[in-house]
Nanobody
Framework: QVELVESGGGLVQAGGALRISCAAS????????MGWYRQAPGKQRELVAT???????NYADSIEGRFTISRDSAKNTVNLQMNSLKPEDTAVYFC??????????WGQGTQVTVSS
C-alpha cells in the first residue's frame, strides 16, 4: 500500500504558473505508472499526464505543451509544472499510482484555481 499526498495547489491568475507535487509514503521505483488527473465541478475526472519509470510521458491533448510531469524516484515524488494556466484548468488535481498488478491508489487532491 502507498499513501499519496499532494501539495502546491492554490490560486493563480490566467497566464501564470504553478507547480504541484505528490509525495509517496514509500519507494516509487516499483510503481508502474504515476500520473495526475483532474476533476472540475460537475465534470468527470480526466487524465492530465502520466510518467513511466523510465521517464516516458503522456499528456492529455488539452494540455497543449503547457504542463510538464516529472518523476523523482530518489525523493519519491511526482511533480507537475503548469505554465500558461487558463481558467479552464481550474480543478482538483489528484495524484495517481498504478502498480503492475493493476492496483491503483489515489491522493486526496489539491485545488488549483485560475482566475481570469
Amino acid at each position: 500500500q502507498v499513501e499519496l499526498v499532494e501539495s502546491g495547489g492554490g490560486l493563480v491568475q490566467a497566464g501564470g504558473a504553478l507547480r504541484i507535487s505528490c509525495a509517496a509514503s514509500r519507494n516509487i521505483f516499483s510503481i508502474y505508472i504515476m500520473g495526475w488527473y483532474r476533476q472540475a465541478p460537475g465534470k468527470q475526472r480526466e487524465l492530465v499526464a502520466t510518467v513511466l519509470p523510465g521517464g516516458s510521458t503522456n499528456y492529455a491533448d488539452s494540455i497543449e505543451g503547457r504542463f510538464t510531469i516529472s518523476r523523482d524516484s530518489a525523493k519519491n515524488t511526482v511533480n507537475l509544472q503548469m505554465n500558461s494556466l487558463k481558467p479552464e484548468d481550474t480543478a482538483v488535481y489528484f495524484c495517481n499510482a498504478r502498480y503492475h498488478s493493476g492496483v491503483v491508489y489515489w491522493g486526496q487532491g489539491t485545488q488549483v484555481t485560475v482566475s481570469s
